[in-house]
């Protein structure tokens, strides 16, 4: 399975494993994170946003202020 989110006013492809640079996180390092701002969810059954797929979120780890690592699409 895999997402397309927005954060930082960009939009990334993510799944499981993933990790990406994103603008300063308001979070400490190593919290975990919840991504609600999900444009679309892919996988056996796809799911587009108008604009953000209802009840869709990504869970992430801080891995450093900018750096996250995708847990959970």
Avoid: C, W
Wanted: aromatic share 4%.
């Amino acid at each position: 399975m895999y997402a397309i989110i927005e954060t930082g006013g960009k939009q990334f492809r993510v799944e499981e494993g993933t990790k990406i640079l994103v603008d300063r996180m308001a979070a400490d390092v190593n919290s975990e994170v919840s991504l609600d701002k999900v444009l679309m969810v892919g996988g056996a059954e796809l799911k587009v946003g108008a604009p953000y797929v209802e009840n869709a979120k990504v869970t992430a780890t801080v891995l450093d202020l900018s750096l996250i690592h995708i847990s959970e699409p």
